[in-house]
C-alpha cells in the first residue's frame, strides 16, 4: 500500500495544478512512467500483472492524490480498452502491434459505441461493416472518453443482420486509417478534464487483421460483460471521490472552528459509513470480477449507495454554504454528473431483476 501511496503522489506531484490538469498523451505517458499502466496485463505481455482489486485500489488511491475525477476516468477508460478488448479478444499478431503502445502511452485508447441520438442502445446503431478483402466502415460515434485525442479505437459495427437482428462485430481502427475523422470535442457539463468526441467513418478502410474477436458475437461477448467491468472498476474512482469530498469537509470545519450541531455530526457519520460500506461491496466485487463472474446486486447496490452518498453531502453543504468552495462543487459537479449518466441503466436492471422475481413465483 505504501508502494502505491508513492507511485500517487510521484504522479501527483509532476503537475502544479493536478486537479485542473485535462487528461492528455502526455499525462497518460506519466502515467506509465509511474507504473499505472497494462494494471491488468499480465507481465509476460509487458503489463503489471495486478488484480481486478489491486486495480480498484490504485484508481482510489490516484483519486484521492489527484482529486482529478476526469483523469482517473479517462485512465480507466483506456485500462480497459487495453485489458478487455486487445488483450482479452485479441491474437497474438494483435498483442505484439497494438499492447506495447498502449502500455507506454505512446497510443491513447477509447471504446466506441454510441452513436448520435440513440446512444449506444444496440437495437438503434447504425454504424456497418463491409467485409471483403479488407473491411469498409461506415457511421459515426459520439460520447467517447478520451475520443478527441485518441490514436486506437475499439469500433462496435453491424457486420451481419439475420431475420431483421443486427450482429456485431469489434474492429481496431486507429486514427490514420483512410476515412477516419474526428468529430468536435463535446463540452460535457462535467468531468471537463476527461475529454469527450466523436469520430465520422466515411468509407474507412482497415485490414481484415483488425477484426476483433470472433465475427458477429461482439456485442454478447465483448459490450454487455464490458458494461459490469467498467462500473466494478470505477468504483475505486468513486470512492477515492467520496474520500476527497468528506475529507474536504472535515478540514474546512476544522480551519474555520465550525461549531457542528449534533445533527451535522450524524451526517458526518453517515457519510463515513456509506464510504466503508462502499469499499466493503467493491472489494466483494473485485474478488468476483477476479473469478471472471459479476453481481449485478452487488454494482447496483454501490450505485445506489454513491448516490445515496451524494444527497446526505449535499445537504450537509446546503446548511454551511461556507464549505462550498471552487474544489467541493466541481469534484461533487462531476461525481453527481457520472451517477445520474447511469441512473437510467440501473433502473432498468433493477426492473429486470424486478420481473425475474416475479417469474419465479
Known amino acids: 500500500m505504501n508502494a502505491l ?6 504522479f ?12 492528455s498523451k502526455e499525462v497518460l505517458q506519466q502515467l506509465s512512467h509511474n507504473g499505472f499502466l497494462g494494471w491488468m496485463i499480465p507481465t509476460s505481455l509487458g503489463g503489471q500483472g495486478k488484480s481486478a482489486r ?14 482529478n475525477f476526469g483523469i482517473t476516468l479517462s485512465w480507466v477508460i483506456h485500462e480497459i480498452v487495453t485489458y478487455w478488448f486487445i488483450h482479452t479478444f485479441g491474437n497474438d499478431h494483435q498483442h505484439k502491434r497494438f499492447l506495447p503502445k498502449l502500455l507506454s502511452g505512446e497510443q491513447v485508447g477509447a471504446l466506441a459505441i454510441s452513436e448520435p441520438g440513440v446512444g449506444p442502445h444496440p437495437k438503434h446503431l447504425k454504424t456497418q461493416a463491409e467485409i471483403s478483402e479488407s473491411i469498409c466502415l461506415n457511421g459515426e460515434k459520439t460520447y467517447l472518453t478520451n475520443g478527441p485525442i485518441a490514436d486506437l479505437f475499439v469500433v462496435i459495427a453491424i457486420s451481419h443482420i439475420d431475420a431483421g437482428r443486427k450482429q456485431y462485430s469489434a474492429f481496431i481502427v486507429t486514427n490514420d486509417a483512410p476515412g477516419f475523422h474526428y468529430a468536435a470535442p463535446l463540452d460535457f457539463p ?35 460483460p464490458f458494461r459490469e467491468i467498467e462500473d466494478t472498476l470505477m468504483m475505486g474512482p468513486i470512492l477515492g471521490g467520496m474520500q476527497c469530498q468528506l475529507t474536504y469537509l472535515i478540514n474546512d470545519v476544522y480551519n474555520q472552528k465550525i461549531a457542528l450541531t449534533e445533527a451535522q455530526q450524524l451526517a458526518l457519520g453517515q457519510l463515513q459509513v456509506h464510504l466503508s460500506t462502499g469499499r466493503a461491496i467493491a472489494e466483494k466485487a473485485a474478488q468476483i470480477l477476479d473469478n471472471n463472474n459479476c453481481a449485478i446486486d452487488l454494482l447496483l447496490g454501490f450505485r445506489q449507495l454513491a448516490m445515496s452518498f451524494q444527497t446526505c453531502f449535499a445537504s450537509f453543504i446546503n446548511q454551511l454554504p461556507q464549505l462550498n468552495t471552487r474544489q467541493v462543487k466541481t469534484l461533487t459537479g462531476d461525481l453527481r454528473g457520472i451517477g445520474q449518466v447511469a441512473s437510467k441503466v440501473m433502473k432498468q436492471k433493477q426492473i429486470t431483476i424486478g420481473k425475474q422475481l416475479i417469474n419465479q413465483l
Open 5 to 10: 501511496k508513492n507511485q500517487c503522489k510521484k
Open 12 to 23: 501527483a506531484n509532476h503537475y502544479s495544478t493536478i486537479e485542473t490538469q485535462v487528461f
Open 54 to 67: 489491486q486495480m480498484i485500489l490504485a484508481g482510489e488511491s490516484l483519486m484521492t492524490h489527484c482529486k
Open 190 to 224: 462535467f468531468v471537463q478534464t476527461s475529454p469527450h468526441g466523436g469520430i465520422v467513418l466515411n468509407n474507412c478502410i482497415i485490414p481484415k487483421e483488425q477484426l476483433l474477436g470472433e465475427l458477429n458475437t461482439a456485442y454478447n461477448s465483448m459490450v454487455k
